[in-house]
């Protein structure tokens, strides 16, 4: 049936094509690409999008084509195509998707090789924050709190889950006070004082007394403030517990 449909679309002119809509659908080349991709015909699918002569439907095509194989984990098809696509919004979007599957799949020199070439700031800063929640996860906590210093147009709540990431998977007690450093940036006090509250527990339970109490004095919401005086009187910390 696909072939079928290429064979029609193939009679009709690209002004007829641009007008054709059927249950909302548009019914042209870039749907034929889709449909193609989707049952594993990529070499077809390449081909069809290529003979578009309209640039914008082309690109659309080769758009949607290079989304189908980031789904199948073909990053590097992927990317392949994505390079031929002329620059826009809409390649961003896919610069996007593509580098947060490559960090994921622990690729992240080039994952962020792809990020730096997304156009608009705040997708680029978002995608930093996937790669680095992703190097914390693996470990790399010195690359991923670099990463994190140049993440400022980033959705704040993609900083918060790598800043929480690297919290987690700090040992030391230089990389919590960095992650400190960082959540008095955010820019929601709801993620500011949630990110206090992990830091507080973890340098009580590491017996870091007073830089609890340095967190305690960032902490605002009342309840925080309740729930942090209350586990320092439980070992006995009564006076730094009064102190709260």
Avoid at 20 to 39: H, M, P, Q, Y
Avoid at 73 to 101: N, Q, W, Y
């Amino acid at each position: 049936q696909v072939d079928k449909a290429i064979e029609i679309l193939e009679t009709l002119p690209d002004a007829q094509l641009a007008r054709r809509e059927f249950g909302g659908n548009f019914l042209g080349f870039s749907t034929i690409v889709k449909a193609l991709a989707e049952a594993d015909r990529m070499e077809k699918a390449r081909e069809v999008a290529n003979k578009i002569s309209n640039e914008c439907e082309k690109s659309k095509a080769l758009l949607t084509l290079s989304e189908v194989l980031i789904k199948a984990h073909r990053l590097d098809e992927a990317l392949e195509i994505v390079e031929t696509i002329p620059e826009g919004t809409k390649k961003s979007e896919v610069l996007f998707i593509l580098s947060e599957a490559l960090a994921k799949a622990h690729l992240t020199d080039k994952a962020l090789e792809v990020a730096e070439r997304i156009l608009y700031e705040e997708g680029k800063s978002k995608a930093l924050c996937v790669i680095s929640e992703t190097l914390a996860i693996a470990g790399d906590i010195d690359k991923a709190i670099e990463l994190i210093k140049i993440t400022s147009k980033a959705p704040v709540q993609e900083k918060y889950k790598a800043l929480g990431a690297i919290l987690d998977a700090s040992q030391k007690v230089e990389d919590l006070d960095r992650v400190a450093s960082h959540a008095k940036t955010l820019s929601r006090q709801t993620y500011r004082e949630l990110l206090f509250m992990d830091l507080f527990r973890r340098f009580v339970k590491i017996g870091h007394i007073d830089k609890a109490l340095e967190v305690s004095r960032d902490t605002f919401d009342s309840s925080y403030l309740f729930k942090m005086s209350k586990k320092l009187a439980a070992i006995g910390k009564i006076k730094e517990a009064k102190e709260i």
